[in-house]
């Protein structure tokens, strides 16, 4: 189990986020502590107002909301019953249990967790100290808690809370910000990119994207950044969410920190990356069946295309190691002009130039084709045959000493 305690000046603002998730069916009251009423018959001015006479009792504190949420570990399932119990000790462990205080079940996460809403003004009026209140009192609370109850230590879970599976974003399905917010620390930390259009071929699989503006606008001026949640057809939808609003702070500065490390600590997999491309590039394939032959070993490929259709860029994101490349940067083979030429090849040694053929001549077996005498050579085996046989037996290639000598031949027979 993971606590975290966030303390600030506004109960309406804290009651509201949980509330808000309520309405919206993404959260649930599920327990209260300190209310005369039962938790079904409890409005909302209710909830507000027993909180706002405790805090009313000493204005000298300034700082008298308390937002609580307990994180348990993805796949741990507990039923309502032991959430209250877990949470009504764990008040009682950090010294809230005399205190007004509402729980709710949120349910918008990849893992069970519950938020806790209270004031830390007692009802004589007196505070309780939040200093240290999570090394001194919260800690040893949640660690006796996972014993008693059997709960995943937070220690072997911590990062997985904190780093969210990667899944797509459904605009409408979910709530926005949570849902980019999860994908863009997934891929922050887990990826390593070296450039912002590199960072947006990995983000883009998760129809999301980080946005600076157009290069005449202010934000592009000021290093700004905003991510926008994409549709099924790739383009942006909904409101986009200021890179500063989310935790982890995913702003364009960090981020170009993170691209200089990225350089050094994606060096190790570049061979990898290249052996992988060798193999699918050994055989003969179209884009789209180049593309599905990379996805099948887990690499993404993300061509670029001017106007007229013409590839200038490609992009492999490999998702097993977790790395992006560019293609120039993996090497000449792999980059777009040498792709642009391979899909121009012919499949087939039928459709090979006469060049190519007679680079190695050794290596073909070259068979006369049969036809009649009247018939026209259009076929292309048929083009190799007479671009070959030129290059060996054409007259116009034969020593002018040769054809003397079967000129000379040839009249001495016809005066016999």
């Known amino acids: ?160 809370l904190e780093r969210p599976m990667l899944v797509k974003v459904e605009y409408g399905k979910v709530e926005t910000k949570r849902a980019v917010s999860n994908a863009v620390n997934a891929v922050v930390n887990s990826y390593k990119f070296t450039s912002l259009p590199e960072f947006n071929a990995v983000l883009n699989q998760f129809n999301v994207l980080a946005d600076r503006g157009s290069k005449n606008s202010r934000m592009f001026a000021g290093n ?33 920190i993170k691209f200089q490390k990225n350089e050094v600590l994606r060096k190790p997999f570049k061979d990898k990356v290249r052996n992988t491309l060798n193999r699918v590039l050994k055989t003969k394939a179209s884009e789209a069946g180049f593309q599905q032959a990379l996805r099948s070993k887990g690499i993404e490929v993300i061509f670029r295309k001017n106007e007229q259709g013409r590839l200038y860029g490609v992009t492999y994101v490999d998702n097993h190691l977790k790395v992006v490349f560019n293609g120039s940067d993996l090497g000449k083979a792999y980059s777009a002009a040498s792709l642009n030429e391979w899909f121009a090849q012919p499949r087939n040694t039928q459709n090979l130039t006469s060049k190519a053929l007679l680079k190695n001549p050794a290596n073909f077996t070259i068979k006369e084709p049969s036809f009649s005498k009247d018939e026209t050579i259009t076929s292309s085996g048929n083009l190799v045959y007479n671009l070959l046989k030129s290059d060996y037996s054409d007259s116009n290639n034969i020593p002018s000493d040769f054809l003397q000598k079967k000129r000379r031949k040839k009249r001495r027979h016809q005066t016999i």
């Open 1 to 160: 189990m993971v606590a975290k305690i966030i303390s600030g000046k506004s109960l309406i603002g804290a009651l509201n986020y949980n509330e808000n998730k309520v309405a919206q069916g993404k959260a649930e009251l599920i327990y209260q502590n300190g209310y005369a009423k039962d938790i079904k018959r409890l409005s909302f001015y209710d909830k507000l107002f027993r909180l706002k006479d405790y805090a009313g009792r000493n204005e000298r504190v300034k700082t008298n909301t308390v937002h609580i949420s307990l994180n348990f570990a993805a796949g741990e399932d507990l039923d309502k019953h032991k959430l209250n119990e877990i949470a009504s000790a764990y008040m009682q462990g950090i010294g809230f249990s005399d205190q007004p205080y509402l729980v709710y079940q949120h349910k918008d996460a990849g893992h069970p967790h519950l938020h806790i809403v209270t004031t830390n003004v007692q009802k004589t009026g007196g505070r309780i100290s939040l200093h240290n209140i999570g090394k001194l009192k919260s800690e040893p609370v949640r660690k006796q808690l996972e014993k008693d109850y059997g709960l995943i230590q937070a220690d072997q879970r911590v990062r997985q």
């Open 224 to 256: 700004g950044l905003l991510y926008w949640a994409l549709d099924k057809n790739g383009k942006k939808t909904g409101v986009p969410i200021k890179a500063s609003s989310i935790y982890g702070k995913p702003i364009l500065k960090n981020l170009e």
